[in-house]
């Protein structure tokens, strides 16, 4: 195989596999950050998917999307709760704005879980994007 063949032949598989990698569920690309709107249809279409709180459980209360689970990310044994979730499963991450979620997704990702999505802005986006609470 010339120099050339060779040289193409990489730039063709580097393109094929830049596409592959951005089809949704392919396995090779995850969206590190989804609007709330997105988040909710993806809640409703897949039932491995998970809506992770980081919020304290005070905020929680005062309102929270229906099956969200809670976990408070400023508690100190939240990396501890978390690595005991099922990671095989997809995770969308919301605090109040989106700071803590962001925190909380990084330690998750450094723990090992493969799907973890970040809810852009948060439950502030949530409420303003008029997406069902609870």
Same mark, same amino acid.
């Given at each position: 195989?010339?120099?050339?063949?060779?040289?193409? @032949?990489?730039?063709? @598989?580097?393109?094929?596999?830049? +596409?592959?990698?951005?089809?949704? $569920? *392919? $396995?090779?690309?995850?969206?590190?950050?989804?609007?709330?709107?997105?988040?909710?249809?993806?809640?409703?279409?897949? *039932?491995?998917?998970?809506?992770?709180?980081?919020?304290?459980?005070?905020?929680?209360?005062?309102?929270?999307?229906?099956?969200?689970?809670?976990?408070?990310?400023?508690?100190?044994? @939240?990396?501890?709760?978390?690595?005991?979730?099922?990671?095989?499963?997809?995770?969308?991450? +919301?605090?109040?704005? !989106?700071?803590?979620?962001? $925190?909380?997704?990084?330690?998750?990702?450094?723990? $090992?879980?493969?799907?973890?999505?970040? +809810?852009? !802005?948060?439950?502030?986006?949530?409420? *303003?994007?008029?997406?069902?609470?609870?």
């Amino acid at each position: 195989m010339t120099v050339v063949r060779k040289i193409l @032949f990489g730039l063709l @598989f580097a393109a094929a596999f830049a +596409v592959i990698a951005t089809i949704p $569920g *392919s $396995g090779l690309a995850e969206d590190s950050d989804m609007t709330p709107a997105k988040a909710y249809e993806l809640m409703k279409k897949n *039932s491995s998917t998970v809506l992770l709180d980081v919020r304290t459980p005070a905020e929680f209360n005062e309102g929270h999307v229906e099956n969200a689970v809670n976990v408070d990310y400023l508690a100190s044994d @939240f990396k501890d709760k978390v690595s005991k979730l099922d990671k095989t499963k997809t995770y969308l991450l +919301v605090c109040r704005s !989106g700071k803590r979620s962001k $925190g909380a997704q990084e330690v998750m990702l450094s723990l $090992g879980f493969k799907k973890v999505i970040n +809810v852009s !802005g948060g439950m502030n986006a949530w409420r *303003s994007n008029n997406v069902p609470l609870k």
